[in-house]
């Protein structure tokens, strides 16, 4: 990636409204989160989930994304914060290199909608996630105006159930991420 490019992305990954109007801990608040949790962030991105969730626990945070130069944006951000429990992990959502039931909670936060197929990411996450762990997917919502992939709440339900998870809770809270409705969904490991 050129060096414009990867400002770019930054930028449009670290968007102010992003964090003003739908700061991360709205959705770490909704998970049974300790003090102890371990984490993975799939789709890690800057770090929007990772650094304050990394500041929530004192167990391990892993940070995963495809792309390098987000992941070393992410380490240097973590390490300007002084957060020494982040673990980046540059890989695909089909192949995490974690053991098997490794994470207490795995967080996919508009990140699920590009991966083809979504059933192998799925799988892995339900492949590392602890029993009694949970999964939290945040994503927009298909509709009639959607630009870009999407994947609909009720087809990601089915996905999340297909790949072994149980459905927890479907919210559908009042605000838009680029003009399209978000959801989350939270399932769980049996």
Do not use: C, W
């Amino acid at each position: 990636m050129t060096n414009e490019k990867h400002v770019k992305k930054i930028q449009a990954l670290e968007n102010e409204h992003r964090h003003t109007h739908f700061p991360a801990s709205t959705l770490l608040d909704l998970l049974p989160l300790s003090t102890e949790s371990t984490i993975l962030d799939l789709g890690a991105g800057t770090g929007y989930v990772t650094l304050p969730a990394a500041k929530q626990t004192s167990g391990d945070v892993y940070a995963l994304d495809r792309d390098l130069n987000i992941l070393n944006y992410l380490e240097q951000s973590a390490s300007e914060q002084q957060l020494t429990n982040i673990t980046t992990l540059e890989a695909d959502f089909t192949s995490i290199p974690l053991q098997d039931q490794h994470v207490d909670l795995v967080v996919a936060s508009i990140a699920l909608h590009e991966i083809k197929p979504l059933s192998s990411a799925l799988a892995e996450a339900f492949r590392v996630v602890k029993p009694g762990g949970m999964i939290q997917v945040v994503e927009l919502e298909a509709t009639e105006k959607s630009r870009g992939p999407r994947v609909s709440s009720k087809d990601m339900s089915a996905a999340l159930e297909e790949a072994g998870f149980v459905m927890s809770q479907t919210l559908f809270p009042d605000l838009t991420i680029a003009n399209e409705p978000v959801y989350i969904h939270l399932a769980t490991r049996p």
